[in-house]
């Protein structure tokens, strides 16, 4: 392997939705740049984190219907059981929810946990605090999301967060999705939450760092029980 190969293998792409913020980033660093040279400079290390922002790495995704994967990179910020949104029509009993909350630096890339048919999507405006905290879930901007599993219903939601302004969702009702596809983002930090019914033992802690379309956030028919984890 040669430097230009290596080089080429190390920059990872970046998706069409960055293009134009990536553009607009670049445009107007030459304008700052114009007024005063050191804002140019404070104006490119603002682009290259646009572009940086906007990355769609490839991932190896476990082929395996019993795992649930993490929808995107970040930190696992909740394991609990909890009453789903009632939006996305998964019953009054608690679910056991996972949720990744992704700061401003993690790929923002969101894969879908599961394979399976979308079956219902429903939009709910709401505000936009800290996607970190508990109540981001019922009070902030958000896009849920129900798949058809063999293992029953999986719900998963893209929450916007204290920056994020805009939830992008590709897919349609009705669709099928295979796991680690790619099915949305949100701009610029938030959180994904995934709803997981009766029958899946949680598989990460809060705290850990997950890796979108390749951790494995729960899974079904295990006996092994619940994952513990200890900081060393």
């Known amino acids: 392997m040669n430097l230009f190969d290596t080089i080429r293998n190390t920059l990872v792409p970046i998706h069409k939705e960055g293009y134009i913020f990536v553009a607009a980033f670049f445009i107007a660093s030459l304008i700052l740049g114009y007024i005063a040279e050191p804002l140019f400079w404070i104006g490119l290390i603002l682009t290259l984190w646009c572009a940086y922002f906007f990355r769609d790495p490839e991932r190896a995704v476990p082929q395996d219907d019993d795992l649930v994967l993490s929808p995107a990179d970040g930190k696992i910020s909740h394991v609990a059981m909890v009453v789903p949104p009632a939006e996305l029509e998964l019953g009054s009993e ?109 598989r990460v802690s809060i705290g850990q760092i997950a890796i979108g379309g390749e951790t494995v956030l729960a899974e079904f028919g295990s006996s092994k029980g619940p994952t513990i984890s200890r900081r060393t």
């Not at 429903?122 to 996607?131: D, K, T, V």
């Not at 999301?145 to 590709?170: F, M, N, P, Y």
């Open 94 to 202: 608690p679910m056991l929810r996972i949720s990744v909350f992704m700061n401003v630096f993690d790929c923002h890339i969101n894969r879908s946990p599961v394979r399976g048919q979308v079956s219902r999507i429903e939009y709910r405006p709401g505000q936009f605090i800290n996607a970190e905290l508990d109540k981001a879930s019922e009070d902030n901007e958000r896009n849920g999301l129900v798949i058809e599993t063999r293992h029953g219903k999986i719900g998963v939601v893209q929450i916007a967060g204290l920056v994020a302004r805009r939830i992008v969702c590709w897919v349609k009702s009705g669709e099928p999705v295979n796991a680690g596809e790619r099915f949305g983002l949100i701009r610029f930090g938030s959180r994904l939450d995934v709803f997981v019914p009766s029958g899946a033992e949680p």
